[in-house]
């Protein structure tokens, strides 16, 4: 289940195989560049950045 805190990957390009955390999960739907409006989740990668990234494009990763 992602979540704010939640350490995710990103699945598809530009960003496929970077990490970050879920900072923030907005609740309204998002408007794409192609005009599709999808859920999205706020990702703070390790290296600092802020990038909106559609939901399905993340994977929760989970550690023990």
């Known amino acids: 289940i992602i ?3 939640a ?3 990103v699945i598809r390009e530009p960003n496929f195989g ?3 955390m879920v900072s ?3 609740s309204k739907l998002y408007v794409m ?3 599709t409006k999808v859920r999205v989740a706020e990702v703070t ?3 600092g950045r802020k990038e909106i ?3 399905t494009n993340l994977e929760v ?3 023990e």
């Open 3 to 5: 979540s704010v805190g």
């Open 7 to 9: 350490k995710v990957g």
């Open 18 to 20: 970077k990490l970050g």
């Open 24 to 26: 923030a999960l907005p």
């Open 33 to 35: 560049k192609t005009e």
């Open 45 to 47: 990668f390790d290296d």
């Open 53 to 55: 990234i559609p939901r």
């Open 61 to 63: 990763i989970i550690s």
